[in-house]
């Protein structure tokens, strides 16, 4: 993967969640969030349960940021460079490596890719960062924005709606019992249904467009692809993620990527609206 296709991905991939609109209430205390006795968010506390015994997943979550070696391990080429010389403007250790590669685990030359997979991410890479859909304004996409912004979970009874910061339409996630559509109508972010096993919310998704990326390597799917993932809350400010790609077209087996997410505790999820003043896709072809 060329460093050059990588600079400009990210750049285009940040720059579309960061033009935010003027945030509102980053700063509101939260009165539902224990508190130590010098009034700080008690982050160790027990996990909160909704009114049917079950977690309740509510409140504004993010990836947690892979060690700083690991994203250089993923961008190193023939010339090595720092996270600063990769682009100056953004700050890789802030980002979990599964939002630059989701096959970050697999060694080089064993990823489960099939041919056509592999063509497609070589294409993207020779695009040098001109075909991301978020530089274009369209949605990041699943597992890909909640990997890259904070996200919002909303739990009601009945289903849990994730506000997606990154340039996405909300995502819902039904619990009440129903089954997936057999044949459904390629969407953004597709259809998703959850159930609980103990502790630990189980949701499984099918019907995706193909129009959105894995990473911001590039790394593709089909519409047949059926993601499942796995949400439990360790405690009131940390929670273990599990997500699993099935899509036989494009990879050989099924594969699973890992990684907490922290609660941000007393602020929101921000208004992402790209195309608003937006100036920048007249440029990527230069």
Known sequence: MENTFVRKALLAVVLAYTTCAQAQWLNHPDPRIPRTRDGKPNLMAPTPRASNGKPDLSGVW??????????????????????????P?????????????VLADFKPGEEPMRPEAAALLKQRGQSQ?????????????????????PFKMIQAPMEIVMILEDTNPPRQIYTDGRKLPANPEPMWMGYSTGKWDGDTLVVESVGFNDRTWLDAFGHPHSE??????????????????????????????????????????????????CAENERDRSHLDK
């Not at 947690?64 to 010389?85: K, W």
């Open 62 to 87: 993010q990836a947690y940021a892979s060690e700083p070696g690991e994203m250089l391990r993923l961008l190193q080429g023939p010339a090595p460079r720092s996270v600063n010389q990769i682009d």
């Open 89 to 101: 403007g953004i700050d890789l250790q802030t980002f979990s490596k599964y939002f630059l590669n």
């Open 129 to 149: 960062g001109r075909d991301v859909p978020t530089s274009h304004c369209l949605p990041g996409g699943v597992p890909f924005s909640t990997l890259v912004a």
């Open 224 to 273: 047949s692809m059926h993601i499942t993932e796995r949400f439990r809350r360790a405690n009131f400010g940390h929670m273990d993620i599990e997500v699993t790609i099935d899509d036989p077209k494009m990879y050989t087996r099924p594969f699973t990527v890992k990684f907490p997410a922290r609660l941000l505790p007393d602020t929101d999820a921000l208004e992402s609206v």
